[in-house]
């Protein structure tokens, strides 16, 4: 058994396998996806279906009308959009927790997941890529695996913390404690919770480029993992965050070049802050 897998193996007491949400993505992901039939499933957690209301009708996925019922997304907003509604509200209560060992305080580590999925999918779609929904997805689970390393790298911390170098990043801390990091524990989980390649890779590599490859997906994730970190969103408020985009995009050569960002960076941080702001204080049940 590999060590990531040894993490994961008494995750449910930590993280219970969101299975309304994961069922919402394989049913609408079916070429005959019935809307009764995704509705029903929905509606078995009046959570999950109050908080992809509460979400329906924020200003990143609003629609000029408001939308009162389940059928209204799915007829109104589309498939894509109600799997990135299932996710987003499955993950929100698990993602709010505090992780000490990452020095995140309760809401922290949601709001970082959640800004980073946004700006994913808004760069993916000044890239004109198809799959929206995987990129959010991926994006909203980047760190998930922080959550699963939380405890124990609490306690190998204590236990050996005069061996550290205060300068280690995070991932050379969790390499040096347990052997692997928090990108491949998380990418480890999701698979194990059945989703496809395509979803489990860009989590896998948001830390490093090389890494991503070739594969579109990939790079937006890792790049949208950076560019968040880089606007402080780790912070309480929306007025604690900063980015100048051609300062810090220039001056970091190790970013991959996405079809229409550089040339559309104003535009889409910009859509992003205004999308990001109005969404990011929502509470959720």
């Known amino acids: ?115 980073c999925a946004m700006l994913s999918s808004i760069i993916g779609k000044w890239a004109k890529y198809t799959a929206v929904s995987t990129l959010y997805t991926s994006a909203l689970l980047h760190d998930v695996g922080k959550i699963i390393l939380n405890r124990p790298l609490q306690i190998e911390s204590m236990n050996r913390g005069e061996e550290l170098d205060p300068k280690s990043s995070i991932l050379e801390l969790e390499q040096f404690l347990l052997h692997t990091n928090h ?45 968040t970190e880089s606007m402080g969103i780790k912070a309480s408020t929306p007025d604690s965050y900063f980015f100048t985009v051609e300062e810090d995009f220039s001056a970091n050569k190790d970013l991959p070049n996405i079809p229409s960002f550089k040339e559309n960076m104003e535009s889409i941080i910009y859509e992003f802050y205004e999308k990001f702001n109005d969404t990011s204080t929502l509470q959720f049940s």
């Open 183 to 227: 990108a491949k524990v998380g990418a480890v989980l999701l698979k194990e919770w059945g989703l496809p390649a395509d979803i489990v890779s860009p989590v896998e590599s948001h830390h490093n480029l090389k890494a991503c490859g070739n594969s579109l997906n990939n790079q937006i994730v890792y790049l949208a993992n950076y560019l």
């Open 1 to 115: 058994m590999s060590i990531e897998l040894e993490f994961i193996k008494k995750i449910d007491k930590l993280i219970p396998r969101p299975e309304i949400a994961l069922e919402v993505l394989k049913t609408a992901n079916e070429s005959e996806c019935s809307i009764p039939a995704l509705s029903k499933i929905i509606k078995q957690d009046p959570s999950l279906m109050a908080n992809m209301l509460k979400l329906a009708n924020s200003a990143y996925f609003g629609h000029m009308q408001e939308i009162n019922s389940i059928t209204d997304i799915i007829v109104r907003l589309g498939i894509d959009t109600v799997k990135m509604l299932a996710i987003t509200s499955a993950s929100v209560g698990v993602l709010n927790s505090p992780q000490q060992a990452y020095n995140l305080e309760p809401g922290f580590l949601w709001k970082h997941s959640y800004a």
